[in-house]
């Protein structure tokens, strides 16, 4: 799991949620300090969803980051995240290290 692919999943779930009548993309927009412009084209695939606005935008539709990732991927993550920082990640995950470091 990469962090594209968690972007790539964000924006999917966003789309999802548009084309549901869940959200509109202008009032997403507003809240997270966008214009509605620039969040139709992170949706469209011609502008980038930022490290800065996805996180925005998770706070906003109260998302973790486990609910972006397989059932397979969050217990893996979840079970690294629960062992002791001294303890070494036997799946490599890049957030284990990094949060036990």
């Known amino acids: 799991m990469t962090f594209e692919i968690l972007r790539c999943r964000l924006i999917a779930q966003i789309r999802w949620r548009v ?4 959200l509109t993309e202008r009032r997403l927009a507003r809240t997270i300090g966008v214009s509605q412009s620039h969040m139709h ?16 935008i998770l706070q906003h539709l109260r998302i973790s980051l486990l609910e972006l990732c397989s059932e397979e991927e969050a217990r893996s993550l979840s ?3 629960r062992q002791p920082a001294a303890a070494r ?5 890049r957030a284990c290290t990094v949060i036990s470091a």
């Open 19 to 22: 084309q549901n009548g869940e």
């Open 41 to 56: 084209n992170v949706l469209k695939g011609v502008r980038v969803l930022s490290p800065a606005m996805a996180d925005r």
């Open 79 to 81: 079970k690294c995240l």
């Open 89 to 93: 990640c036997p799946h490599n995950h």
